[in-house]
């Protein structure tokens, strides 16, 4: 199974376009959307090309491929909207016999896991792509999709075969890889 990563759209339909490209040329089985989908927050400025009205459409055009969870952004006036779910805090899934729970960061994050967490732990929320291992669990985050922090690219990931790989959202270049170990 080929899994997209991405997080952080905060409503800019510039870039969801872009994500979209990506997710086009990439061909995933899905798309897992780690939470702050169509608003902004009110920390931060407003995303190029901000307009949640239009993110909408984009990504219910490939709602049977998302599935998602709730950023600290994300209202139920936004569930309301989307034809696929984003109110959960977390989701467990298993894909290629890898353990992997998925959060958007700011109820659990890589220290403040979810109970049982083992495995891989995904997050976006900070908007900077990382890699920290911990005794049970490797905690990863893709970056962020429209606004990144502390002059990182933005980005998505890929999983693929065990390996996850983060992409510039520009050309689709790997940049970062992280293999899980057998």
Known sequence: MKLMIASDIHGSALYCEKLLERFREEKPDRLLLLGDILYHGPRNDLPE???????????????????????????????????????????????????????????????????????????????????EEFADYVYLNPGSVSIPKDGTERSYMILENRVFQWKKLEDGETYKEYRVKE
Not at 53 to 80: F, H, W
Not at 96 to 114: E, K, N
Not at 121 to 130: D, E
């Open 49 to 131: 090309g901000y307009a949640p009205k239009k993110v909408i459409p984009l990504l219910n055009e490939i709602s049977g491929y998302c599935v998602g969870v709730r950023g600290n952004c994300d209202a139920e006036v936004d569930q309301m909207v989307l034809d696929f779910s984003i109110m959960d805090d977390y989701l467990y899934l298993n894909i290629d016999g890898l353990d992997i729970y998925a959060t958007h960061g700011h109820v659990y994050d890589q220290h403040r896991p979810m109970k049982g967490t083992r495995g891989i732990l995904l997050g976006g929320h900070t908007h900077v792509p990382a890699i």
